[in-house]
């Protein structure tokens, strides 16, 4: 019989973090609470005047409902104790800085947490500060900018510092010479537009992936004289010009896709692997060095964006369909979906993961917003509008999320970038077994 | 030139007879005419003209169609009235002589007639008799609890008692009850036998005082009609379900007032092949002398044993591969020939429960209901004998009682108000019964045979519980797009060409999205407030004290109308400006018809809504410590 006419459960609190730990003993609370209400009572029990907000886990997954309709989903029995693992709640992103540009903002990469790589639609990489200042505007593509790559300590001098694939078939490698940011080479190869490039973890070599179904496989270094493309005739070569960048010419071709390739990116636990996604709704592994096509995965819908986390070994892939999905590219079955995200209102243009969390990611979308997930949860954890009028409804195109700053441009032209603190940003330890 | 037609020979004077001149072609009395039209079913009718029927009179008089006269010229009955008439003065003239050994004699060779021929020629099709069925229904069950009046019988009572528990007995063995409510009038019953829904009413047995300006005589005419049809149906019903016809009473229950369980139901098959083994028995021992004669019921006799003892194991082959059947028993008890148009037993809304009816609830209707549903029934001793479970047995799953307070209760069962019998019958669900506990105040008990059209008034009891019906009925196997996917991997087994995903995961439910945004933007809310010092409860408390939502209005209290309703509004304004006057007063008749019910719809919600709150308001102060 029940006091009250309420129903109970017991549950057991368990902390994951020290400085928020309570008794180990098991409460009886009404199973109507939802997380509101038990973080009322981790409040009390810390003896917090000012509330700090909690998040709970039940087996690993957020508790977004009521305890009772977790029980009845379950089919649960309200006799058994139930575990309930507690941790501070995610502080909302705030909008730091905005820098605007003439044009759409395709792609952005944080170099550092003071140097961002901007590529724009108006043929124009630009490098910021973060002291809102343009340390340089490179010119040098012939079309728009569709995307960059920037290497993490490439500041040095002669060295390649970012990379930038554009719509005129060309990557260019940029560098400091002579306190100038230049265009070191140009990687030629390619018979369309390029629409992704990534640098590899090493910071040794580059693959470009373009919309004629193509991934090549370059090296990062400046070459010492100018590597013409072997197919290329001296005709095409006079109509290029001559122009005084150097030539480099890919290591190898990966083939495969059928249509454009929409993104690439490296697998940062295994060497020369190379994750890739294309408007033929398939996300293909590469083995560079093999350059042979290990996996693939097929989707019924356009894949925009690829990202891999090495703290959850998982790949998001940002889809037409609105939704972002995740895939373990190591399981046997690694053509099934594992998790699907879904509460954009737009296509999925971008997909970030937390440089040092195993469970968050971040997705930019043609609706304008920014969305902060925990894989954990069905709902994600955050959704960032753009601050100003003007920007509302204007489609992001890019996303980078380095350290603690999540970086986003698209339509409106304006670089936003915001802060993040993951409060539960939980080391490599928490990484998904 | 043509010959003048003489006026009033031909149309409505021919088709139209008056009451007189049927009497006089027919030479019967007025009551003996008026109980022929009744069990011949021929009504009198009203003519266009008068003037024209009645032959250039206008005097009220009573009409008849001439070719129904015509058909009663012929009815066998009236001879069987006249023997009758002749027989009352017989009588009469011997007990005015004092003659009683020959007004006895008489008595006992009274003519006496059956009204059979009338129901097959009524009725050709057994559908037709179905469709009829109603009335039929309501007149023996009413009569069945009435007391006896002049014209209606002990005989009578007795018979119709008899045919009203046989009609139920066929309801509960083939599971036909559908609906129940109970209204002012008395208790609705619907059932659905051989796809016609029949509803009849049953009166609450309450000692009813007999109204006097009720003409018991014509009463009495209609039910001996109907006696004689519910006869034909349920001979036909209980043979159509292999059950034999007329049930016996076992008289030692009756008298134990044992109501519905004092007929014994018994399969057809098994007394008739009992018969025939019988029979064949005794032929056989009959003919052992000669063994030719012999030879030939010997047998029959043997066979007639080998076919029965093979029947009992294919019968019981039978109901292990129809598992829905309970387990076939050889005499007696509840039968269960398998019935194609009854429910599978797994259907039945009462399959598990065991139900045992306190003293005070209504036992004749309570029994029907759930046995109708398959429940079993077990009843106080007061309420009547022949109760299969007493109040202490541990199978009662549930106890029907209609007192404020239960003292005693058993902790293995729910104590439970009759209502919840028929919501649960109406709502076609078990429902919850924490609003009908012993002591809690009812839901509002709503007619099943009401459909809401738009536009009317929906009692958000009727709309909570058709939410919970659809909801309870559909998406048994609603994957979520997960699982689907994997659901739909697995079965694939070519690697290269792998669906990750299902073609049509686009229609993920769009409920889904929404509440799943909810549930977002409740978290974003809530955690916001919590960051700013909020705490859950101090929210909540924020929540209640927040007035209701105000509903965007323009002035004037309409709610807001969008473009391509106006424009349409428009349009329909300027069409009816351009009709005749004649025709815009019936438009707008039917125009002040539909706002007026919307208005009474909108006066309903309103006041709903007070009421709501209201009560809501009463029970805080309450609920608050």
């Known amino acids: ?433 | 030139m043509a010959r003048l037609k003489k006026k009033y020979t031909e149309g409505a004077s021919r088709t139209y007879t008056t009451r007189n001149r049927a009497l006089k072609k027919l030479q019967l009395t007025l009551a003996d005419f008026r109980r022929l039209c009744i069990l011949k079913g021929i009504y009198p009718v009203e003519p266009h003209s008068r003037k024209r029927a009645n032959r250039g009179s206008t005097r009220l008089t009573t009409f008849y169609y001439t070719k129904d006269i015509q058909l009663l010229v012929s009815e066998p009955l009236i001879a069987k009235f006249r023997q009758h008439k002749i027989f009352l003065r017989k009588l009469q003239h011997a007990l005015g002589k004092r003659d009683y050994t020959r007004a006895q004699t008489l008595d006992e060779n009274r003519p006496e007639y059956t009204l059979n021929h009338l129901v097959i020629e009524r009725y050709p099709a057994f559908a037709d008799a179905l469709r009829d069925l109603d009335d039929a229904l309501c007149m023996v069950f009413l009569f069945a609890t009435m007391p006896t009046v002049s014209r209606v019988t002990k005989e009578k009572v007795d018979e119709c008692k008899r045919l009203s528990t046989e009609f139920m007995h066929y309801v509960i063995h083939t599971h036909a009850l559908r609906k129940v409510f109970l209204s002012i009038k008395g208790i609705y019953y619907q059932a659905e036998i051989q796809g016609q829904s029949i509803t009849w009413i049953v009166p609450y047995q309450f000692s009813q005082q007999v109204p006097t300006d009720v003409d018991f005589r014509v009463m009495a005419t209609f039910l001996q009609f109907y006696q004689t049809l519910l006869g034909f149906v349920n001979y036909r019903l209980f043979t159509a379900v292999n059950l034999t016809y007329p049930p016996r009473l076992d008289q030692a229950l009756e008298d134990n007032a044992a109501g519905l369980g004092s007929l014994r139901i018994e399969s057809r098959r098994v007394e008739d092949m009992l018969e025939a083994a019988r029979s064949g028995d005794d032929d056989g021992s009959n003919g052992a002398s000669d063994d030719e004669a012999g030879n030939a019921p010997s047998h029959d006799a043997k066979a007639v044993k080998a076919r029965m003892g093979s029947l009992e194991a294919k019968m019981q082959a039978i109901v292990a591969a129809d598992s829905a059947a309970p387990a076939y028993e050889a005499v007696g008890g509840d039968a269960s020939g398998g019935d194609e148009d009854a429910l599978q037993a797994a259907d039945l809304l009462f399959d598990k429960q065991v139900v045992y009816l306190s003293r005070e609830v209504p036992r004749y209707s309570l029994e029907f209901a759930i046995r109708a549903l398959g429940g079993r029934v077990g009843w106080d001793r007061s309420s009547g004998g022949g109760s299969p479970y007493t109040e202490n047995d541990q199978a009662i799953t549930v106890q029907i009682a209609d007192r404020p307070v239960q003292g005693h209760q058993f902790l293995s069962r729910t104590y439970v108000q009759p209502q919840w019998v028929y919501d649960s019958i109406n709502a076609r669900r078990l429902l919850d019964t924490t609003d009908y506990l012993v002591g809690q105040q009812l839901p509002p008990h709503l007619s099943p045979f009401v459909e809401y059209a738009e536009g009317d008034y929906v009692p958000e009891e009727a709309s909570r519980i058709a939410a919970a019906a659809a909801g309870f009925e559909g998406e048994v196997t609603n994957l979520k797009p997960e699982d689907r996917d994997q659901h739909n991997s697995e079965d694939e087994a070519v690697a290269d060409d792998v669906d990750g995903e299902s073609a049509d995961e686009d229609e993920a439910p769009e409920e889904d999205e929404e509440a799943a945004a909810g549930v977002e933007k409740q978290y974003q809310k809530q955690l916001l407030a919590e960051r700013a010092g909020v705490t859950f409860s101090e929210y909540q408390q924020k929540q209640d004290d927040k007035p209701a939502a105000a509903i965007s209005k323009t002035r004037g209290g309409m709610p807001k109308r969008t473009k391509a309703q106006l424009e349409e509004e428009d349009r329909e304004r300027i069409a009816i400006s351009m009709l005749s006057k004649k025709k815009r007063k019936v438009v707008n008749r039917a125009r002040a018809d539909t706002y007026k019910r919307s208005k009474d719809l909108n006066t309903m919600k309103t006041r709903k809504a007070e009421a709501t709150k209201a009560a809501a308001s009463a029970a805080k102060p309450g609920a608050r410590k």
Request: net charge neutral; hydrophobic share 40%; proline share 3%.
């Open chain 1, 1 to 433: 019989m029940e006091p009250s006419g309420e129903a109970q459960v017991q549950i057991r609190l368990v902390a994951t973090q020290k400085k928020y730990e309570v008794p180990d003993a098991p409460l009886v609370v009404p199973q109507q609470l939802q997380r509101y209400g038990l973080s009322e009572i981790v409040n009390h029990l810390l003896g917090h005047e000012r509330p700090v907000p909690f998040d709970f886990l039940v087996d690993g997954q957020f508790l977004r409902e009521s305890i009772a309709q977790y029980l009845k989903r379950h089919s649960l029995s309200a006799e058994n104790i139930l575990t309930l693992e507690y941790v501070e709640s995610m502080l909302p992103p705030t909008e730091i800085a905005s820098y605007s540009h003439d044009d759409w903002i395709s792609s952005v990469a944080a170099a550092s947490a003071d140097r961002y790589v901007v590529g724009s639609f108006d043929g124009v990489v630009r490098i910021w500060n973060a002291r809102s200042e343009c340390e340089g505007e490179l010119r040098g593509h012939a079309a728009a900018v569709k995307s960059v790559a920037a290497v993490a300590d490439g500041a040095k001098r002669g060295r390649v510092g970012a990379v930038s694939g554009s719509q005129d078939r060309t990557a260019i490698g940029w560098g400091i010479k002579g306190k100038q940011w230049k265009a070191l080479y140009a990687a030629r190869g390619h018979t369309d537009s390029i629409e992704a490039v990534a640098v590899n973890p090493g910071g040794t070599h580059f693959v470009t992936a373009s919309a004629d179904s193509t991934i090549r496989f370059w090296t990062l270094a400046a070459p010492k004289q100018s590597e013409d493309a072997a197919d290329e005739t001296p005709a095409a070569k006079k109509r290029r010009g001559g122009a005084d960048i150097m030539s480099k010419a890919a290591i190898g071709t990966l083939s495969g896709h059928v249509g454009a390739v929409s993104s690439v990116c490296f697998n940062t636990d295994e060497e020369s692997q190379v994750f890739s996604g294309g408007w033929d709704h398939s996300v293909r592994a590469w083995d560079v060095a093999a350059g042979v096509n290990v996996a693939t995965s097929l989707c019924d819908k356009v894949v925009l964006d690829v990202a891999y986390s090495g703290h959850s070994r998982l790949l998001a892939t940002g889809h037409a369909d609105r939704a972002v999905r995740l895939w373990d590219p190591r399981a046997k079955d690694s053509t099934v979906v594992k998790l699907r995200l879904s509460s954009h209102t737009g296509f999925v243009a971008s997909v970030s993961w937390a440089p040092s969390s195993a469970h968050m990611l971040a997705s930019a979308s043609h609706d304008g917003t920014i969305k902060v997930w925990d894989i954990r949860s069905r709902t994600p954890l955050y959704t960032v509008h753009a601050a100003g009028d003007s920007d509302k409804g204007k489609k992001l195109l890019a996303l980078d999320w380095h350290e603690s700053l999540l970086l986003a441009g698209g339509e409106s032209g304006s670089l936003r970038i915001h802060s993040v603190n993951s409060q539960y940003a939980a080391g490599p330890d928490r990484a998904q077994a």
